[in-house]
C-alpha cells in the first residue's frame, strides 16, 4: 500500500466526485434561469453600485446617480473586485455558481483521502444540495467566494499538518496565508479566522522552532492585508479601523437585541430606542452620510462601540442566551424567502432581526400559512432542514468517537470545528439568516462525511499521519 485507501484507486470515485460537481454547478446555474433573485437582498445593489464605482475609477466607492460617493467603510474590496472583472453581472454570477458549485470536488477528494469512498462522496453531496449555498450563489452576495477562499485555506492549512518535512509543510501554509487574505478582502468577519490561522500550526508534527516560524507565516500577509486597508481607511476617511461592520452590528443588533429581551419588547423597537440614543438609524449607519466629515465618522464609530459593548457587557449572562438561541437559528434555519420568490409562490418576504430575536407563535403560524400555499415550497423547506440536521448528527457523530481517533484525526476535526465555530458564532446575532450559514457549510460537510461514513481500515504513510481512518467501527 502506497498509504492511499483501496477506494482512492477506483477512478469511479473520482468520477462519481466529478458527476456532484457538475449537478452542484447545474442546479446553481438553474437558480439564474429563473425569476431574478440577484438583486433580492438589499446589500446586492451596494455591491453592483461598488463594483461600478471600481470600473468608473472612482476606487472603493459606490457609483451613483450623481457620481462617486464617499469612500467605503463598511465592505472590503474583494468581492466588488471580483463583480468588476466581467464586462456583465450575469456572467459574474454565473462563474460565482461554477466556483460555488465546483468546490464540491476538492472537498470531496479531500474527505476520500483521508476516510474513505464513502466519506468523500457524503461530503460532496452534502454541500452539492446544500439549500442556502444554491440560491445565495444566485445573487451579487459575497458569501460564495468568501466560502471558497475560506475552505481552501483550511485544507491547505490541514495539509501542512500532515507534513512532516518543514520546507514543504511551509509551502501549504504559504499559500494557504494568500487564500485567507483574499477572504478577508472580501469579508471583514474573516478576522476572527486570524486566531485559528496562528493556533493551527502548532498542532502538526513538526519542532516547536518550525511551528512558531510557520504560525509567523500564516499570519503574516493576513496581517499586513489588514494594516493595509485599515490605514487606507484612515487616510481617506479619518476612521481608523477594518470595517465598520462590527461596531454596526455590535451596537444596532446585538445590543438592540439584549434590550428587546431584558425589556420584554419588540426588537425593532428597541432598535428605534438606540438609534435615538445616538442619532442615527442603523439604515444611515450602513451608508456614507454619517462616517464624514472625519471627526465625525471616528467620533461615532466609538460611541457605537462603546454604548454596544457597555450594554452588552451589563447584560452578560442575557446576552450569552442571546447569542446560543442565535447560533441555533443560524445553524438549521433553511432559506425560504429567495426560494419562494423562484418558484413564484407566497412567502418571498425578508427575514428580518426579529425572525431569530423573538420569533413568536403568531409568527411561526403566519410563516407556516404561507408556506401552506405552495406544497413544493414546503417539500423543498422541510428538505433543507433535514440536510442540515443529518450534517449536524455527523458532527456530533465525529465528537462522540474523539477519544478513539488518532492524534493526526484530533487534529483535523478540531481544525474544522474551530473554523466552523469562528464562521457561525459572529453570524448569531439578530440578524441571523441562513445566508450566514453559507462559509461554513463546506466544513461542516467534511465533518459530517467523518461523521457518517468514515472507515477505521488501513495505514497512514508517515509518522505524522500514522493511524486508523476516523469513524465508527
Not at 270 to 294: F, H, I, M, N, T
Not at 436 to 462: D, K, T
Request: glycine share 10%; with cysteine; charged share 15%.
Amino acid at each position: 500500500m502506497d498509504g492511499l485507501k483501496p477506494g482512492l484507486k477506483d477512478r469511479t470515485a473520482y468520477l462519481a466526485l466529478l458527476a456532484i460537481a457538475a449537478v452542484a454547478v447545474m442546479l446553481r446555474l438553474y437558480v439564474l434561469s429563473r425569476p431574478s433573485i440577484a438583486l433580492y437582498d438589499p446589500d446586492s445593489g451596494i455591491y453592483v453600485q461598488l463594483a461600478q464605482g471600481l470600473r468608473a475609477g472612482c476606487g472603493l466607492r459606490r457609483l451613483t446617480g450623481a457620481g462617486c460617493a464617499a469612500p467605503e467603510l463598511l465592505r472590503t474590496p474583494g468581492y466588488p473586485l471580483f463583480l468588476a472583472l466581467f464586462r456583465s453581472p450575469e456572467n459574474a454570477l454565473a462563474m460565482q455558481s461554477l466556483l460555488g458549485g465546483m468546490l464540491c470536488l476538492p472537498l470531496g477528494i479531500f474527505a476520500l483521502h483521508r476516510w474513505g469512498k464513502a466519506a468523500g462522496l457524503c461530503a460532496a453531496v452534502l454541500l452539492a444540495v446544500d439549500g442556502p449555498s444554491i440560491l445565495i450563489a444566485g445573487m451579487f452576495l459575497s458569501d460564495v467566494l468568501f466560502a471558497l477562499l475560506v475552505t481552501l485555506w483550511m485544507l491547505l492549512e490541514i495539509r501542512a499538518l500532515e507534513t512532516v518535512a518543514p520546507r514543504r509543510a511551509a509551502f501549504f501554509v504559504a499559500i494557504g496565508a494568500f487564500c485567507l487574505s483574499g477572504a478577508l478582502l472580501v469579508r471583514p468577519v474573516g478576522l476572527l479566522l486570524l486566531p485559528v490561522a496562528v493556533a493551527m500550526p502548532f498542532l502538526g508534527p513538526q519542532r516547536r522552532l518550525h511551528q512558531a516560524a510557520m504560525a509567523l507565516l500564516a499570519i503574516s500577509l493576513p496581517a499586513l492585508t489588514v494594516v493595509a486597508w485599515t490605514q487606507r481607511n484612515a487616510t481617506e476617511t479619518g476612521v481608523g479601523t477594518y470595517s465598520v461592520a462590527g461596531d454596526i452590528n455590535l451596537y444596532y443588533y446585538e445590543a438592540a437585541g439584549v434590550v428587546a429581551r431584558q425589556r420584554g419588547e419588540s426588537f425593532e423597537a428597541a432598535q428605534r430606542q438606540l438609534e435615538r440614543a445616538v442619532g442615527v438609524s442603523a439604515g444611515a449607519a450602513g451608508q456614507d452620510g454619517p462616517w464624514s466629515p472625519p471627526a465625525a465618522g471616528e467620533h461615532l464609530r466609538r460611541a457605537l462601540h462603546a454604548a454596544g459593548q457597555r450594554i452588552v457587557l451589563h447584560h452578560l449572562g442575557l446576552a450569552s442566551l442571546v447569542t446560543l438561541q442565535n447560533f441555533v437559528y443560524v445553524s438549521l434555519a433553511p432559506e425560504r424567502s429567495a426560494l419562494a420568490r423562484i418558484l413564484g409562490t407566497a412567502g418571498a418576504h425578508h427575514v428580518g432581526p426579529a425572525d431569530a430575536v423573538e420569533p413568536g407563535v403568531w409568527r411561526i403560524a403566519a410563516t407556516l400559512r404561507e408556506m401552506s400555499a405552495s406544497r413544493l415550497l414546503t417539500a423543498l423547506v422541510v428538505l433543507q432542514l433535514a440536510i442540515t440536521l443529518a450534517a449536524w448528527c455527523g458532527v456530533i457523530r465525529c465528537m462522540r468517537y474523539w477519544r478513539s481517533a488518532s492524534r493526526n484525526e484530533r487534529m483535523i476535526l478540531l481544525s474544522l470545528l474551530a473554523g466552523i465555530i469562528a464562521l457561525l458564532l459572529p453570524a448569531a446575532g439578530p440578524e441571523a439568516t441562513a445566508r450566514y450559514r453559507v462559509p461554513a457549510a463546506p466544513m461542516l460537510a467534511l465533518m459530517a462525511g467523518a461523521g457518517l461514513f468514515g472507515e477505521r481500515v488501513g495505514q497512514r504513510r508517515s509518522r505524522a499521519t500514522k493511524s486508523k481512518p476516523f469513524g465508527p467501527a
